[in-house]
């Protein structure tokens, strides 16, 4: 467990400092959601002072789920993927290829641990489950890797 506890800190630092992204830590559970209650006061409150009130697009304050996908595609941004991809190639033995492979069969990090509790805790099975879904285009070594670091 300290294992994991340390390499998961080295990837929070190497993705705020290489990456650029603000990692929000939290001291657990409670305080997850508390600060995603928080975040989405915040995101209300902005569209409340930002967004004309007699927009008729809008039921509520923000955006349908609809609009916010078709504005999100005009942007050219780095995709939930994307960073799944570069946080897959922090991995040990996990080059772009490989990260891609991944990707192609489970696009987020959410889509790949379901896949693995599926698995009901067969640990070789997890381990081994990314090389056999690619054909072996992820070695044994990186599939144990990766099976490691999203399932710990």
Known sequence: M????????????????LE??????????????RKYAYLTRAITQYYKQ???????????????????????????????????SIQLMQVSQVTEEVAIAVVDLYPTLVSLAH?????EGDVC????????QSNNVVSSVASKNISRFVWG
């Open 50 to 84: 930002h967004m004309p009130e007699d927009d008729s697009r809008l039921n509520g304050v923000c955006p349908s789920f609809s609009e916010f996908i078709r504005r999100c595609q005009e942007l050219d941004k780095v995709t939930v993927s994307d960073v799944f």
């Open 2 to 17: 300290l294992l994991a506890m340390s390499f998961l800190s080295t990837r929070c630092f190497t993705t705020e400092i």
């Open 125 to 132: 099975a997890q381990e081994e489950m990314l090389r056999k």
């Open 20 to 33: 650029g992204f603000d990692v929000q830590r939290t001291s657990g559970l409670h305080d997850t959601l």
């Open 115 to 119: 896949a693995y509790s599926l698995l």
